[in-house]
């Protein structure tokens, strides 16, 4: 693997450093991490963590949710990609956020988990022409 050689310490700042919320649940359904605590879109309180996903979920969103885990534990989903424009702050514009769901396998392809990947894409939908590393 790639991250072998990483300590516990990098892996953490490398996923702080990501400009994305990211939420992982394991194979049962629980909550097992998340990143930018103080900072998310999607806040979620510390009781969360090992909770199942269902009781975290909102309520209107939670049925399509299920029905994605369950095709991801049967193998016939990988991933899934969609977004909503949502209010960022108070009284602004809303911006577009664009959130994807990764089915976790082992080296087997067995079901292990999912990753959720939340991103503000606000800002990456008005870049024009090109800027190039030193401009």
Request: hydrophobic share 40%.
């Amino acid at each position: 693997m790639l991250f072998d050689k990483m300590s516990a310490d990098m892996v953490k700042a490398m996923i702080e450093c990501i400009p994305a919320e990211v939420t992982v649940i394991d194979a049962n359904d629980e909550v097992v991490g998340w990143n930018k605590h103080e900072t998310r879109l999607f806040k979620r309180p510390l009781e969360a963590m090992g909770m199942n996903f269902r009781q975290c979920h909102p309520e209107k969103s939670l049925a399509m949710v299920e029905k994605i885990i369950a095709e991801m534990k049967a193998g016939t989903r990988d991933k899934v990609r969609f977004w909503i424009d949502l209010e960022v702050q108070k009284g602004e514009p809303k911006h577009k956020i664009l959130i994807e769901f990764y089915a976790l396998r082992d080296d087997g392809k067995k079901y292990i988990g999912c990753l959720e990947f939340t991103q503000d894409v606000e800002e990456l939908r008005r870049l024009e022409g090109q800027k190039r590393l030193m401009d």
